[in-house]
Every structure is written in structure tokens, then in C-alpha cells.
């Protein structure tokens, strides 16, 4: 028997249940009671036969295409952000789906953004992801209502959509607390200038750790610049050059503390000797290849893409409530990646 004539009743004969069984477990039906090893041996013996569903057929009952579509702001051109694409893309072909991409610019205009959700919907997909490069605020685009959505990265402005975010603020006390665990009493923020999430919940994070570790953190130092290495060199040059200097210093992001290994080699501060500094982001090509490497907290791309996809999928599958979740934005942990940019205080 060719691959091309097996059906389902033939996996159902090989695997020795019903052909009800065979589509509950090839279907994930949540409501299905199929014990775990029946799932495994109906999964085997579909492998052996290399029995797949057939897509047309399975569109025409469903009134599916198992296509999602993914707006991406600016993140299929940045490389740590385009994590986001990997998870979603890794998730969607675990449960049968394939990922359409149209790649925008956070900059383009709501006729624009309103027109590549418009391509999307042509092309019938069940239902689409739409990520930012960086935690913010966003207006969408009307016609994005019109399917089951999940926002990645981002908060709708003057709207409820199912969101999907990083912790900012678990992840800020946690560099602060590592650079406090290691026994730092003078710690610096060299924070972002833009008026985005991250930079106010950031900074929030890093006053309340101090102020919790008895330390004045109202008072503490913080130099703003742009969030590049530029922008990180010029405000650890600031805050660097003052009387009480820190021992400690907290970045912004990877980038901003690339700045500050600069202005600490200019200034004859040895990392971390004289200075601990700890990032966030965790952009590997810059993190892990700071020398020393740098200590960092790493955003959760990845992991954000693979739970919208997942929660995108039970809605269009008619599992789940979107609706339900849109209430709050769902957080995920941002952990600390410990590497050789901290230690403790010579002074």
C-alpha cells in the first residue's frame, strides 16, 4: 500500500482502536479522554504508516487553512528580537501550522500596518501574532480584530488584546541583586531616554531593590542616553567621572554596557576589579563576547513566541477564551545569566 492511499481507518486497524480515537489524538481534541499510551502508540503506528492529514480536506470540514500570520515590526531584521520568529514558528509546526511573516517598521503609519494585516486576512489565515521589536505600547490596526490575535511584546493602546510581555521588573531587581549579593553598596543606572515601558519599569525596579537592601535609592545615580554604545559611553563617562563613583553599575541594555566598558578602560577602571557592570538582554553576540563576559539578564524571545503561538492555536481551535486572557498581559520571567562582569567591591 503506497503512502498516498493510507487513510485514517488504516492507522486505526494498526494501532488497534477506533478511528474516533485516531482523530481525537491526530486533532489534539482537548476534551478527548485517550490515555497517554494510547496517544503514543496511535502516534506510532501513524509514523510507521506515514500516514499525514490531508490539508485540503481537513480545510474544507474546519474551515481552517492551519496558516498563521505574524506582523513583525522590525524584528525579522534584529537578531536577538528575531527569537520571537523561532519560537513562533518552532510552535506552529508542533500542532500542524505554518507561519506567514510580513515584516514591518514600528515607524510605518496605521494605513500602512492596516495594509499588511489586510494581505494577511487575504490569504485566509486562521489567525495572527503581531510582535514589536521592543516592549511598548502600540496602536493596532483595526482590521486586527477581525481574527483571533495575540499581541507579542507589546500592549495594545486603548484596547484589550491577549498581550504577551517580559518582566521587566523581576528582571532589573534581579541585576540589581546580583551586583548587592556581591557585596555593592554604590550602584549606578545607566538608563534609556525613550518614553517606552522598559525604561520607566526598569528604573522603578532598580530604586525599589535598593531602597529594600536598606540603601537610598532614591538617591542612587542614574545617567539617561540613547540605548546604544554611544549612548552607554557617554553616560558611564558621566557617572564614572563623579567623586563617590559607583562600584556597581547597572545597564540598561547589552549595548549600553558595551559604552561602559569603554569609558571604564579609558578611565584605567579594570572590569570587574574596580567596576562590576551587568547588562540586559542577553544579545549573545555582544554579551558572551564582551571580554570579561558580561553578566546580563536575558529577555524571553523565544519563550514569547512559542506561548502566543500556543494560546493563538487553542483560540482558533475553539479551546480557549482569548477574550479571558486580554484582561492583563501575561509576564514571563526574564532570568539572570551569569558570566565574569561582577565581583565583589575592592573599595
Known sequence: MSNRNIGIKDVAVAAGVSVTTVSHVLNQVAYARV???TRDKVRSAAEE?????NRLAQALRTQRTGMLGLVSEDIATTPHAGRIILG???AAKARGYNLMIINTSGSA???????DVEALLERRVDG???ATMYHRNVELPANLASLPSVLVDSVATGGKITAVIPDEEGGARAAVGALLEAGHTRVGFLNNTDDVPATRQRLQAFRAALTEAGLDGDAAPVESEVSEVDGGYAAARRILSRPDRPTGLFCYNDRMAMGAYRAAAELGLSIPGDLSVVGFDDQELIAANLYPGLTTVALPHYEM?????DHLIDAVEGKTDLALMALHPTILGCPLVSRDSIAAPRR
Open 35 to 37: 490515555s497517554p499510551e
Open 49 to 53: 504508516l506515514g500516514y499525514g492529514p
Open 88 to 90: 513562533a514558528d518552532e
Open 109 to 115: 503609519s496605521l494605513d500602512s500596518r492596516q495594509a
Open 128 to 130: 495572527i501574532l503581531y
Open 305 to 309: 513566541g512559542v506561548w502566543a503561538t
